[in-house]
């Protein structure tokens, strides 16, 4: 009887230790980052998820719904661009992937919700063009 109890417990402890690592650190960051200060020029909003705590090595995209979007709101002839920026687990680079640009002032579009693989500290940036005035959701 003790045999059996102590082979049932083992199980139990087992299948505890397979569903807390079966269950990963998701993680989701709301964002809602502007270019400047003044919250003019760039706006991005959205939702950053994660399949792991921010520093560990998984995937990373935004979430799939209809409020994920960057804005344009100056008219100074500058576009305002949204980027996945990571790092890469498997060299430690630094990399980004353009998520949108929007161009005019008062345009709206939507950003790719596109998936990252096997990277880690993942956060949004919005700059004006392609490297002016940049904020980082993290």
């Known amino acids: 009887m003790k045999g059996k109890i102590a082979s049932l417990a083992g199980a139990v402890a087992v299948g505890a230790l397979m569903m807390a690592s079966g269950t990963a650190h998701a993680a989701a960051q709301n964002f809602d980052i502007y270019t400047t200060d003044a ?8 939702t950053l998820v994660t399949g792991a705590a921010w520093n560990e090595c998984s995937y990373a ?10 804005s344009d709101n100056a008219a100074d002839g500058r576009a305002a ?6 790092t890469r687990c498997s060299d430690g680079v ?3 992937t ?12 939507p950003l ?3 998936p990252e693989y096997d990277v880690r500290n993942a ?3 919005v700059c004006l063009t392609d490297a002016l005035y940049c904020r980082s959701s993290r």
């Open 123 to 125: 956060k949004v940036m």
């Open 61 to 70: 995209k935004l979430k799939d719904d209809a409020n994920n979007a960057l």
């Open 39 to 46: 919250n003019r020029g760039g706006n991005a909003w959205g």
């Open 98 to 109: 353009l998520l949108g640009r929007a161009g005019g002032s008062g345009t709206v579009v």
């Open 112 to 114: 790719s919700t596109a």
């Open 94 to 96: 630094t990399e980004k």
């Open 81 to 86: 661009v949204a980027w996945l920026v990571y």
